[in-house]
């Protein structure tokens, strides 16, 4: 097991990653003295595989849970469904020393998280990330949220873990598409942080495409401490923290203007990475070498790289951009990289450019 913590003074935590740590969820929680109540917060799809798992780990360990089910996609991601967890929680009797434990992928986790930030003004939550992109990514860092038709992420909180637990055996389970999608994820981590990572990203490919264990364990502690360092620095996104949007601005507004559910996050953002390292180019002088390496790691993995967009989708897309959290002033900022391992964020883009990339 590796252990990575994040240091944020009072609201320091732990990410655990390895093998068969479901079972331990209960004396992890155990171990943090937590309140005997709990509610496990998980979708349709991860229920039936991992909810029974949690639940049973939890009760040996002298807990009381109980299980909140939402519908899986990221149509679950929205007031309505927050409205029905605070109920259910307030059924059930829960109190402020009750925790929550998100059980799933990055929308369960973003729900879970800001029901946990809200529900009595703040009750403990864990994270129990099932999904790649969710465990080197959403779960870590405190965001928490759900979305508007206005956009992706606009009502949330800034809320941390107790701790987060990546048992490695959940990804076996994935489908296909969902897998190769949290590589997105992973692979901006090379690009704005460590070109080490990235190269390391381009020989060993094959090996996490085939889900191997250790390689696996590796990246995604990596991941994991990447994200840790720059939390630490940057909890609230005032400035640092900033980095990990990079190819957001664009996917986001991808995944908002086609139809929440079209496009996977991983497959939204991949579109959006290639598109900002075409804009690093032309802003930053990323040069055409390091683009091209870029846009080549995403089609290996199997991540599509460019949308076709009629008017009206192209229209909706500018939209969603202008909602953005990013946007400042009426202006959107983008995070562009300098060179592999080395961005810059809140860069001016002239709309004439971002209109030739998408």
Known sequence: MRIVPVSLGSRSYQIKVGSGLLARLGAECAAL?????????????????????????????????????????????RITTVEKCYDALAHHRLERKSFIVALGGGVVGDLAGFVAATYLRGIPFVQVPTTLLAQVDSSVGGKTGVNLKAGKNLVGAFYQPRFVLCDLDTLKTLPRREYVSGLAEVIKYGIIYDEVLFAKLERNLPKL???????????????????AEVVSQDESESGLRAILNFGHTIGHAIENSSGYGKYLHGEAIAIGQVAAAKLSGQVLGLSAGEATRIEKIF????????????????????????????????EVKFVLAEKIGRVKFGCRVAPEMIDAMV
């Open 33 to 77: 003295k937590l309140g005997q109540r709990c509610a496990v917060i998980t979708d349709a799809n991860v229920g039936k595989k991992f909810a029974r798992a949690a639940l049973t780990s939890l009760s040996k360990s002298g807990f009381a849970p109980v299980l909140i089910t939402v519908p899986a996609g990221e149509k679950s991601k």
């Open 209 to 227: 495409l085939r889900r191997d264990v250790k390689t696996m364990a590796a990246v995604v502690a990596r991941c994991c401490e990447i994200k």
């Open 299 to 330: 089609v290996h993995a199997g991540l599509p790289v460019k949308i076709k967009v009629s008017a009206a989708h192209r229209k909706k897309l500018f939209a969603a951009m202008q909602l953005d959290k990013k946007v400042s002033g009426g």
